[in-house]
């Protein structure tokens, strides 16, 4: 069984930052895609960033040059540094990745989520 759990939330001022981190773990034979999104009260779930097994990245408009996605293939982990925190990156933020366990097809496995909350 293939399990996605996300560390890292916690409260923050405006301008701070924090690093989320997201390990996979279980039979796992191969991760693809990696990423995060985050979902606020009243709003839908959003992407804030991929990153693809060979590293190449793609980011929301809204966290262009503030946030950073990597990861490390080591560690099945998959981290999100968040800097120059707003008071509307305020979500819980979910970890999410393309799996291929060693006895079962490639699925998108999900994390429980991590809050963020950013006060101003």
């Known amino acids: 069984q293939v399990q996605l759990v996300e560390s890292g939330g916690g409260l923050v001022q405006a301008g701070g930052s924090l690093r989320l981190s997201c390990a996979a773990s279980?039979?796992?034979?191969?991760?693809?895609?990696m990423g995060w999104y985050r979902q606020a009260p009243g709003n839908q779930r959003e992407l804030v960033a991929h990153?693809?097994?060979?590293?190449?990245?793609n980011y929301a408009d809204s966290v262009k040059g503030r946030f950073t996605i990597s990861r490390d293939n080591a560690k099945n982990t998959v981290y999100l540094q968040m800097n120059s925190l707003k008071p509307e990156d305020t979500a819980v933020y979910y970890c999410?990745?393309?799996?291929?366990?060693?006895?079962?097809?490639?699925?998108?496995?999900w994390g429980k989520g991590t809050l963020v909350t950013v006060s101003s």
């Open positions: 999410t990745a393309n799996i291929k366990p060693r006895i079962s097809y490639a699925m998108d496995y």
């Open positions: 279980g039979s796992i034979f191969s991760i693809n895609t």
């Open positions: 990153i693809a097994s060979g590293g190449s990245t």
